[in-house]
């Protein structure tokens, strides 16, 4: 989902189940546990009891929290973090303004992402797809990624046996303005890999990255497409 898709979902879900300025909570005094229904708020959270299965669920100001054992389809935040707890199951995760983090054995079918914002995944963690920010780090302990890890302006970390089935990508910051190339080369993004952990396919560096790769053999995978400032 693009991050302007991921906007016009959020504020159209605002249709069906919403609220404004306070926190929805599903099922705590429900033994239902699969309504399959959407939730979203507007100034306010979401907040999902465990063992729970809904639909989609989205918040504009607000954190979207989901205890152990929760199934959800699309969970976007706009101004808000996406907090999950152990063992749950989502289709795809994004938030615009917010932290997306999980404690243990998280499943997400197709994309993680965010634009101001980091990412944590927990130990035992599957991504179907790609695991992607423009402000914020990625942190992965244990975690399996189907395709690639891709960044702007953040460090990545995969320890614990983590590994990533295609790419991982620290793409071109934009020239001029604040961010300058100098600056880049003096306060550069970090890229740790401990021993356990892998990448199958390539990884590909668009600016400087301090480079902290316990394994040598992964060291030969690192393109360099930038040039570095005198």
């Not at 130990?123 to 244990?142: E, R």
């Amino acid at each position: 989902m693009t991050f302007s898709k991921l906007t016009t979902a959020v504020l159209l879900s605002a249709l069906t189940l919403s609220t404004s300025g306070c926190i929805i909570h599903v099922g705590a005094q429900d033994n239902n546990n699969k309504d399959n229904s959407d939730y979203s708020s507007v100034f306010g959270g979401v907040d999902v009891s465990k063992n729970k299965q809904v639909g989609d669920l989205s918040s504009v100001n607000g954190n979207i929290t989901m205890e152990d054992n929760v199934r959800a389809q699309d969970v976007n935040a706009v101004n808000g973090n996406i907090e999950i707890d152990n063992n749950v199951l989502v289709h795809d995760l994004s938030t615009v303004n917010g932290d997306i983090q999980a404690k243990t054995y998280l499943s997400v079918k197709r994309d993680v992402s965010t634009v101001n914002g980091n990412i944590i995944l927990g130990a035992g963690s599957m991504v179907g797809n790609d695991v992607t920010t423009v402000n914020g780090d990625i942190s992965l302990t244990q975690t399996f990624v189907s395709d690639d890890i891709k960044t702007k302006n953040g460090s990545i970390t995969l320890i614990n046996g983590s590994v990533v089935g295609g790419d991982i990508e620290f793409e071109s910051q934009d020239d001029g303005g604040w961010w300058s190339d100098k600056s880049r080369e003096h306060n550069p993004p970090t890229l740790r890999i401990d021993e356990s952990s892998d990448v199958k396919g390539k990884i590909v560096l668009h600016q400087v990255v301090v480079l902290e790769i316990d394994n040598p053999a992964l060291l030969t995978k690192v393109e360099r497409h930038y040039k570095t400032q005198e």
